[in-house]
């Protein structure tokens, strides 16, 4: 009765849930309260690293392990890890292996270990380890016991997956993997409620109508799937990229005024007009863009009249120059040269 009482427990928490660490935290304590280890942990798989790192730890040094990772194949969680199969170990010193490991880390005081992986299919996301329980030698009851907690916790961690997976569905471009218009506008009543300065910088590709005529949508999309990947590369980690909608882009600017933004602006206007795209598909097509540029809250105090000072300093450069950031309350940041006819640095 108390087996069904845990998993009834464990799938409320599966159904009443979608925060992972609250569910695994949930069939961690459960499985603490019934094999009463003196160290427990769950380790995960970073698939681009393959490694395991420490997402759960209790007991004695839990503190310590947060950020240690592990390689696949080493130690107890490793092996698990690699070979997705359960290491069960009631005592150490009747085992000479675990006997000679448990001397050469006198410091872990290894008396018994249980490490079960967490599988999916055949794939393993993690191990759940614990040490030192006190159940009888770890009866192969206990030890089914624990597979199907186990399980639980596959479920958990495929259910945050799926979800994540649906999270990043819903507010991605799927064009140029940026983030989409719904996004930029849930992001920016986020940054409005802060009240914290921000630039917010537009950008429309200049005549890129007459690429799409010349070369097709397809070479369209991909030119803007490498502008898009440009900006992330050019705006650095601290901003975001979204695409507007079209060859229209915005890119926002946490925490940074008009002078610094003008900067990124500027910065990203030359390695655009620099770049040369499609290259692997022969073309080495040329870009440049018209940028518009407002900075929060000076030139608006709500979404839409930040957006619309933006939107509006962008039309400013493309109905003058193109190729040339506009910044609201400053003008063109460029000016034609009258004698040879190029833009020059203008008003700053």
């Not at 845990?6 to 695994?24: D, G, K, N, P």
């Not at 819903?170 to 409620?193: K, P, S, W």
Request: charged content about 20%; overall charge negative; hydrophobic content about 45%.
């Amino acid at each position: 009765m108390d087996h069904l009482r845990v998993f009834h427990e464990v799938a409320r928490a599966l159904t009443t849930s979608l925060e992972l660490e609250e569910i695994l935290g949930t069939i961690m304590q459960k499985m603490a309260q019934f094999f009463g280890p003196e160290r427990w942990s769950m380790l995960m798989v970073d698939d681009t690293t393959d490694e395991l790192f420490y997402a759960i730890a209790v007991g004695e040094n839990a503190e310590s392990l947060k950020g240690l990772r592990v390689k696949m194949g080493e130690g107890v969680a490793g092996w698990v890890a690699q070979t997705g199969n359960p290491l069960v170990v009631p005592d150490v010193s009747l085992d000479p292996h675990w006997s000679a490991f448990a001397k050469r880390f006198p410091d872990l005081n290894i008396q018994s270990i249980a490490c079960v992986p967490v599988r999916s299919g055949n794939k393993t996301l993690g191990v759940i380890q614990l040490l030192n329980s006190k159940l009888d030698l770890l009866s192969e009851y206990s030890i089914s016991f624990l597979r199907i907690l186990c399980d639980y916790a596959a479920i958990a961690i495929q259910n945050s997956r799926s979800m994540t997976l649906i999270q990043e569905l819903t507010i991605t471009d799927d064009v140029t993997g940026l983030f989409n218009a719904r996004h930029l506008y849930t992001t920016l009543d986020e940054q409005v409620a802060l009240n914290a300065e921000f630039t917010l910088l537009f950008v429309d590709l200049d005549h890129f109508k007459s690429i799409n005529d010349t070369h097709g949508h397809l070479v369209g999309s991909r030119l803007l799937a490498e502008v898009g990947s440009l900006m992330k590369r050019s705006l650095g980690p601290n901003c975001s990229a979204f695409r507007y909608g079209g060859d229209e882009f915005v890119a926002l600017m946490p925490d940074t005024n008009k002078v610094r933004g003008t900067e990124v602006a500027m910065k990203l206007r030359n390695d655009l007009r620099s770049a040369r795209f499609l290259e692997g598909a022969g073309l080495s097509l040329r870009v440049s863009g018209s940028f518009g540029m407002a900075t929060f809250p000076e030139d608006g105090k709500t979404v839409p009249t930040i957006l619309r000072a933006a939107d509006t300093m962008m039309y400013e450069a493309k109905n003058a120059t193109r190729d040339n950031v506009a910044v609201a309350g400053r003008g063109l940041m460029l000016e034609m040269d009258r004698a040879g006819g190029a833009l020059r640095v203008g008003r700053k």
